[in-house]
């Protein structure tokens, strides 16, 4: 069904046509002047908003961008902004109402005052504590306000304060775009602070957010939520109120403000529910928004397929044009710069309304949680729209093997916090490795469970690891020591050799790990081990030592072998040769074949031993997950010989398909190919 596109002109919501206002900054530039053009190279819009957002909030890196203690005692239910905004003289004058609920136990005293951030260049002119007149202080950006009784754990309270002035910082902007105010708001990471009072807290998001914003009449105001009313308080000025009933951390709140138009669309839920989809769109951009913004609704459609409804269904979703580099992920209405039409970076904020809207990082060293999803999100939607090599591809193009941690060690330091190559490059190889260790079904169901459990609310990267294994039954601590608090990446050197008869050939392999930077990696690696022809088999081996070897069943003709050949892991492979692997142990420690296979319902593992030793004898899936222990224990030399009946270790029976029978000897390792029919 043909979408029904509608162009809104301001003139025609409010009745008059817009006015031309003062300039007393320089015009912003128009589309054709900006950096974001198509032919831009890729990633380029992600790059910038990156860095515009570290560089423009650096002057605020040594500021605590924590809570303090009171701020621990109260959870803040509502905000109701009520904001009237000068373009003309750069001015802002608000009254800004919270109300809370006093947390705690009975024991714990009663609450006499409450902590919120403000900015220093905002100056308080009254505060009010359940309507009374209330005493306040402030220190740096915490303004402390005296309530007007103890409340006790339970009992809800209302704080109001009025203040105003011209925001500091780079998270509120007063422009221009072709003549007429362009003003916008981008708080991340602390920014909300700046020009509006509240708890600048990830960990505790307000229930509702009404914003009430008046501007001149020649003006519209797009912000999150639903749009509840407009209305004429004085002659021309115009109050915009929208609500947001969503729960939402206070960086996401915004304000996007200029005579735009506005591009309708829509998108049907899961369940059949039709959803408003809104761009406000700056002069000049009508032509490329058309041919530009339609896909929103395909990706909508895509990431809600895999990642669970659209979190915001009963309100919107859309893009407002602002004159920032790249964008920003406003819940329910990204900011997007008015020459970015791609859809890498439509995707990309599109993704963080579930990752990082939905279920936001707890605090931003865990940035990645937001970041690495969204940008990972990009080549999940080219898989979608253009196939599997279009996905290895967008990985590829987000490939970093330098130096640094993704866990953002120093929050308070906004350089790294938007670190581009850590936060959003290397972070994007996590959700895609985690993707080939658990395989498609326990990755998406893991994601889902990660949702459920802290959708609306923060997460750390230990919640999201937690998560992940309860779905999976897999021990993940390993993999994100690795590669969240690690640094750098696996380097494989790997030499073989093919041995043995017709009807009896093997690949003899030895994988080392050659990385002196940092340690030792535990990954399912990838091994194909091509024919003539092209043709080719699949292995997938452990390796979690400094130096593995391996014994498996190949075809007679087996020509040469490649490793991890679909770059599922961020590593280097380095080949080696044949001289490496002169010195691999004879044959007779190794699994010697398995009858019957194919087999239903069960087939015999039969292995030899050269020695006595501790021997373990597992059964893995395609993707590398351990299915079943079949023996761990030390046995004699000679031949030994093991039942699997085709059972999981809780005693349900496996689905047909590939597994692998894995025997581990000391640092040796033999891989056989099983086939379960059914």
Request: aromatic share 12%; proline share 6%; glycine share 10%.
């Amino acid at each position: 069904m043909a979408r029904l596109l509608i162009i809104i002109c301001l003139a025609c919501v409010l009745g008059q046509a817009p006015a031309v206002v003062g300039q007393p900054v320089p015009m912003a530039p128009g589309p054709e002047a900006t950096p974001f053009a198509p032919q831009y190279r890729k990633h380029q819009s992600l790059a910038l908003e990156a860095e515009t957002k570290a560089r423009r909030h650096q002057k605020f890196a040594q500021q605590d961008p924590g809570k303090t203690a009171s701020m621990d005692r109260y959870d803040v239910l509502a905000y109701d902004l009520a904001l009237d905004l000068y373009p003309e003289v750069f001015q802002l004058e608000g009254v800004v109402t919270m109300r809370a609920r006093v947390v705690g136990g009975a024991g714990d005293p009663a609450l006499d005052q409450v902590d919120l951030h403000l900015g220093a260049g905002m100056a308080v002119s009254s505060v009010q504590s359940a309507g009374q007149t209330a005493g306040f202080s402030r220190e740096g950006d915490i303004l402390t306000i005296v309530l007007d009784r103890p409340y006790l754990p339970g009992e809800e309270l209302t704080v109001t304060v009025t203040y105003g002035g011209n925001p500091e910082g780079d998270s509120f902007g007063w422009d221009y775009y072709a003549g007429a105010p362009l003003i916008w708001t981008l708080s991340e990471p602390y920014g909300a602070r700046q020009w509006w009072p509240c708890k600048d807290v990830n960990t505790d998001k307000a229930d509702t957010v009404d914003l009430r914003v008046t501007v001149p009449a020649s003006l519209m105001v797009a912000s999150n939520g639903l749009l509840i009313g407009t209305s004429s308080p004085v002659a021309d000025r115009v109050t915009y109120h929208w609500r947001e009933n969503y729960p939402i951390v206070t960086y996401l709140v915004s304000l996007a403000i200029h005579p735009y138009s506005v591009l309708e669309d829509s998108y049907t839920g899961l369940d059949g529910q039709v959803m408003p989809v809104r761009h406000y769109i700056v002069p000049g951009t009508l032509n490329q928004a058309e041919a530009g913004f339609p896909v929103t609704v395909d990706m909508l459609q895509a990431f809600a397929a895999a990642y669970g409804e659209y979190p915001f269904i009963d309100e919107k979703y859309g893009h407002a044009h602002f004159p920032w580099g790249g964008g920003m992920e406003h819940q329910t209405l990204t900011s997007l710069n008015y020459g970015a039409f791609g859809q890498g970076i439509i995707a990309h904020e599109l993704a963080h309304q579930w990752w990082g809207d939905l279920v936001t990082c707890a605090d931003f060293g865990h940035i990645w949680l937001n970041e690495g999803f969204a940008t990972w999100s990009e080549a999940y939607w080219r898989e979608i729209n253009e196939g599997v090599d279009a996905y290895h591809e967008e990985m590829a193009l987000a490939r970093y093997t330098g130096d640094g941690t993704i866990f953002v060690e120093n929050p308070g330091n906004f350089w790294t916090i938007f670190d581009y190559n850590l936060s959003y490059l290397k972070a994007s190889w996590v959700p895609h490795m985690l993707r080939r260790v658990l395989g498609d079904e326990d990755f998406f169901a893991g994601l889902a469970h990660y949702r459920a459990l802290y959708g609306y609310g923060s997460a750390t990267t230990e919640q999201f690891r937690d998560a992940m294994e309860a779905v999976s039954g897999r021990e993940l601590d390993s993999f994100f020591q690795q590669w969240i608090y690690g640094s750098y990446f696996p380097r494989y050197r790997y030499d073989y050799s093919f041995a043995g008869e017709a009807g009896a050939r093997r690949l003899q392999l030895k994988l080392t790990q050659v990385q002196t930077n940092t340690g030792i990696f535990d990954m399912p690696v990838d091994v194909r081990v091509y024919s003539p022809g092209g043709a080719f088999v699949d292995f997938t081996v452990p390796c979690d030592r400094r130096e593995q070897w391996y014994t498996l069943d190949v075809p007679d003709d087996a020509l040469f072998i490649a490793l991890d050949p679909e770059n599922w892991i961020l590593c280097e492979t380095i080949p080696g040769g044949t001289s490496g692997v002169e010195s691999l142990p004879a044959r007779e420690t190794a699994i010697s074949g398995a009858w019957p296979n194919p087999f239903n319902p069960r087939t015999t593992v039969q292995f030899t031993m050269g020695e006595p030793a501790p021997v373990e004898l597992v059964i893995h899936d395609v993707s590398g997950r351990r299915i079943r222990t079949l023996l761990h224990e030390s046995r004699s030399a000679g031949e030994h010989q093991v039942i699997w009946d085709g059972k999981d270790d809780g005693g349900q029976t496996a689905a047909a398909g590939v597994y692998f029978a894995r025997l581990s000897v000391h640092s040796r390792t033999s891989v056989a190919k099983l086939t379960l029919l059914k």
